[in-house]
């Protein structure tokens, strides 16, 4: 495969009202541990199978192809919108998406990209946002992916309306994020940051998470049919996410334009 390029001729510094200084600030100075699969980002490595599962038969549904076989999804565009370092954009590209991946922080994107390029998969990443990508006339793209970055935004509503432009028609998009439960508030918050540790203490505010319905009605006035939510449940006996009806913590939704 070629080398990784930084994305369409376009300029590389990340600017639009989507952007939470506070939370960019947060993973950048956490970029170079995306792939230590024992660090601050462990428990993206855990969850990532279900993710990757969730997406991969979703989009083969959708685009009548044989999840099995290998590329499946040669021929179609992709964009990772929030890709951090790369846990999501690699894997698609290997499934033979031609990917695009963008992310505010340029500390992240330096991580993928340095990461891509020892695997040698290229993969259009580029420091910008959603309000960028749409401005420049990037895309329409087959699949756009929204992957737990919805909560960490400053405009949720402007933001995933932006995403779902991007869409093409007969495409996907998969938004993915936490519901705003007490139970999350519970297990999502308390629990995984101060208890179990698993991401830092301030990884999420919980008044920021939101509910299935509120996603829903912010797409509302976008051509698009929305489905979900689809849950998504850690076990702790086996220690693995799978997709569950209890999408009262973490959760899936699909927004596809005809």
């Known amino acids: 495969m070629r080398k990784p390029q930084t994305g369409q001729g376009f300029s590389d510094k990340a600017e639009g009202a989507s952007i939470d200084p506070a939370d960019v600030a947060r993973f950048s100075a956490q970029a170079a541990e995306w792939w230590d699969a024992t660090g601050p980002f462990a428990p993206l490595h855990r969850f ?19 999840p099995k076989t290998r590329a499946p999804f040669e021929g179609l565009t992709l964009i990772d919108i929030g890709c951090g370092g790369g846990l ?3 894997p ?18 330096g991580t993928a990209r340095a990461h891509a390029a020892e695997q040698g998969l290229d993969i259009a990443y580029r420091a910008a946002t959603v309000e960028q990508v749409e401005g420049e006339g990037a895309g329409p793209f087959d699949v756009v992916l929204v992957l737990e970055i919805i909560e960490h935004v400053a405009d949720p509503e402007a933001f995933i309306r932006a995403c779902s432009r991007l869409v093409a028609p007969g495409g996907i998009m998969v938004v993915a994020t936490l519901n705003r439960t007490l139970k999350s508030l519970a297990l999502g918050k308390v629990a995984a940051e101060y208890v179990l540790r698993w991401v830092p203490a301030g990884t999420h505010d919980w008044r920021q998470f939101l509910k299935p319905d509120e996603i829903r009605s912010m797409l509302a006035g976008e051509p698009l049919e929305v489905t979900g939510p689809f ?19 973490n959760f899936m939704m699909l927004a596809t334009r005809d």
Do not use: K
């Not at 998406?97 to 994107?109: G, L, R």
């Open 48 to 66: 990532n199978p279900a993710r990757l599962a969730f997406i991969r038969d979703r989009v083969a549904e959708r685009f009548g192809r044989d």
């Open 88 to 90: 999501i954009a690699e």
């Open 92 to 109: 698609m590209r290997r499934m033979g998406f031609q990917v695009t991946a963008v992310d505010a922080s340029s500390e992240n994107i």
């Open 231 to 249: 849950g998504l449940e850690y076990s702790l006996l086996s220690d693995r996410w799978r997709e569950s009806a209890d999408a009262d913590i």
